[in-house]
């Protein structure tokens, strides 16, 4: 067009139906794609590559999304070789965070301790946005953090940063937060919001259930949405900067922090729309179902009604081991689609179990990005934003 100056940024992008260009997301721990549905539908994006470890549940991500790569293992990618993205996402590994865990910690050597190996990503491809989910346990857990290459504690500041008369509690105070006790670990959580705030992001987090979205179970989940404030230099950050910049990069930046709502959603999350538009829809379960389900009647119909689909039979019956979990319920229970995970052949039932249990609700994770991105100077707008002031989740920020 006449006028238009093309940068090499506007090459990051694809165009979806109506001529729009597409942001692009780079994809980290992906299990089945949870994360993805959400941040592509919230952000009108396109995930054009992924890292999944577990081969088997890289299938089921491969077969809804089969033009993105696999990059394997995150310990052995050369961030240098990949292609550039406007937005990364992931949810590290929970197992040493967990409260139904050891609770390690975020510590090097550890299984979550692999969140290192994400901030490195983030240090390299230098996205626009970054998005991480992870379990309650990363509000309390402790972490460690390694000293950085380069440190030399001989010419730090000698003076106290805290002002005198001033306690931490004064700073922070939540109980749940800092407190008054000095000798309080760091917590994961203040880990990686550090780390953010190290690669020049500026990070907002929030903690909700899964009940909040109508979901009939729990599921306490921390959603971190994080935006570039400033340029990176090179040769200052987490990690040592790559000698050549990065193909088609420039200064120019997409500013467009979400997809208006006149743009074409993506087709493969544009059912999450429709679940949202029926949370906090009065519902009454009928006979049957009273008769079926007893006391979780309320649950499961409300749940039937945001999903537009009846629950499964919950359980596999079974004379030698007695009743399981039925893959095809907790998929119901996820809110995905039916046969999102249970149709990969490939896959048990133990498997798909699994793998269901370490996704993530596409639903909860839409609706978390859409209260954080208030702050980034847009109004939120959530059919369950009321909600959530009078539910016990929580909200923070690091900018």
Not at 11 to 35: P, Q, T, W
Not at 276 to 293: F, I, L, M, N
Request: glycine share 10%.
């Amino acid at each position: 067009m006449p006028g238009t100056t093309v940068t090499g940024a506007d090459f990051m992008h694809d165009l979806d139906a109506s001529g729009e260009s597409r942001l692009r997301i780079g994809s980290l721990f992906s299990g089945y794609g949870g994360l993805d549905l959400a941040v592509e539908h919230v952000f009108n994006a396109t995930t054009v590559w992924f890292s999944e470890l577990n081969e088997l549940v890289a299938r089921v991500f491969s077969r809804h999304w089969p033009g993105a790569p696999n990059l394997g293992d995150i310990t052995t990618i050369d961030w240098s070789q990949v292609e550039p993205v406007d937005i990364l996402i992931g949810g590290f590994p929970c197992q040493d965070v967990s409260t139904v865990g050891k609770r390690v910690g975020l510590a090097p050597g550890t299984r979550s301790g692999l969140w290192a190996h994400m901030a490195a990503a983030i240090d390299a491809l230098q996205p626009e946005w970054v998005v991480i989910e992870n379990v309650r346990g990363l509000l309390s857990s402790p972490a460690a953090r390694p000293p950085a290459e380069g440190d030399n504690h001989e010419r730090r500041n000698p003076g106290d940063a805290t002002p005198d008369g001033a306690t931490l509690r004064g700073m922070e105070p939540d109980p749940w937060h800092l407190g008054d006790n000095a000798a309080r670990p760091l917590r994961a959580l203040g880990a990686v919001l550090g780390d953010l705030a190290d690669l020049r992001l500026d990070a907002r987090w929030i903690g909700l259930p899964a009940s909040l979205v109508g979901a009939p179970h729990q599921r306490f989940r921390v959603f971190a949405l994080a935006r570039r404030t400033v340029p990176h230099p090179s040769g200052d950050g987490l990690v040592a900067r790559r000698g050549n910049p990065r193909p088609g990069a420039s200064e120019a930046r997409d500013d467009r922090a979400f997809a208006p709502d006149h743009r074409l959603r993506s087709p493969r999350a544009g059912w999450l729309a429709e679940q949202e538009s029926r949370v906090g829809g009065a519902v009454v379960p009928d006979r049957r179902t009273v008769h079926r389900w007893g006391r979780y009647a309320d649950a499961i119909a409300r749940w039937e009604h945001i999903t537009g689909r009846p629950a499964p039979a919950p359980a596999l019956l079974n004379d030698a081991d007695g009743p399981r979990p039925a893959p095809a319920f907790v998929e119901w229970l996820m809110g995905l689609p039916t046969g999102w995970v249970t149709d990969i052949e490939e896959l048990t039932q133990n498997q798909q179990i699994t793998a269901l249990g370490n996704g993530v609700l596409p639903l909860q994770a839409r609706t978390a990005l859409n209260l954080l991105r208030g702050p980034f100077g847009t109004v939120p707008h959530s059919s369950v934003w009321n909600k959530l002031t009078h539910c016990p989740a929580s909200r923070g920020n690091a900018g």
